[in-house]
Each structure stands twice: as structure tokens, then as C-alpha cells.
């Protein structure tokens, strides 16, 4: 998630325990690698990490992934993470639902970037490990 203006405070960087609390419904995008107009199929991950607000609210970072379970996918990769290092079968990998995942514990790693316009950072997850 980013930094934006007013009282938002971003997900600090470092290990994160957290849980996954939602997957959204799927959208389509334009696919930024071709220059055919091709639209590819995305959703976020909603994850929910220990870390409060001041108002003793829990934070929450997403993050989004392009629909695939190809070995190469970010979301190949950090779903073994959230199944606390196992892979899908090719059976589970037929079936798989991604919202299957909502309420499983693993760890968040985040990153913090600055903003190209000097007005803060952005948070980011980088990877997904076991709980």
C-alpha cells in the first residue's frame, strides 16, 4: 500500500506476522509488457499484521498478483509461503480457489521505497514466509 496524505501510517518494514484476511474478486488490467492492448487477469491479498494504529486498530497491507500458479508467478511463490512452505499437487492446483487462503497465518516481509516525489515511501510486501 502506499503512503498517502493526511493520517494514514504505513505497515512498518521488517518480519510481520500476519494473517490473511481477504482476497479480492478478480479484475482485469492491461497487460503492461505488451503493446497489443492484451488484458490480464489480477487480485489482491489483503493481509492483516500485528502492528497497530494509534488508535489500536490492526494494520493492513495488500498486495497484487496476476492470476497464475505457474512456478515463476509471485503468487506460486508466496502462497508456499502462506501453506507454511508446502506446494500444491497437480490435483489442488486444478481446483484451486484463491480464496481458500482467507484466515491462514504466515509472515510478511515488508519493504519501505521512497516516493519519486519526495513526499514519503511506499510500503511494500516483498515475500511471504511460514508462520
Known amino acids: 500500500m502506499s503512503e498517502g496524505t493526511g493520517d494514514f501510517i504505513p505497515v512498518s518494514a521488517g518480519v510481520q506476522p500476519a494473517i490473511v484476511k481477504t482476497v479480492s474478486a478478480p479484475f482485469w488490467e492491461a497487460n503492461k ?3 497489443d492492448g492484451e488484458e490480464v487477469e489480477f487480485f489482491h491479498v489483503t493481509f492483516e499484521v500485528d502492528e497497530k494504529t494509534p ?3 490492526k494494520m493492513s497491507i495488500r498486495r497484487k498478483y496476476r492470476k497464475s500458479l505457474h512456478p515463476k508467478s509471485n503468487f506460486r511463490k508466496d502462497l508456499i509461503g502462506i501453506r507454511g512452505g508446502t506446494d ?3 490435483d489442488e492446483r486444478k481446483a484451486f480457489n484463491p480464496t481458500s487462503i482467507e484466515g491462514m497465518k504466515c509472515q510478511v516481509i515488508v519493504e519501505h521505497t521512497p516516493r ?3 513526499s514519503g515511501h511506499w510500503a511494500n510486501v516483498t ?3 511460514p508462520a
Open 127 to 129: 515475500k511471504i514466509v
Open 88 to 90: 500444491l499437487n497437480a
Open 33 to 35: 509488457f505488451s503493446d
Open 116 to 118: 519519486n516525489d519526495g
Open 55 to 57: 488508535n489500536g486498530d
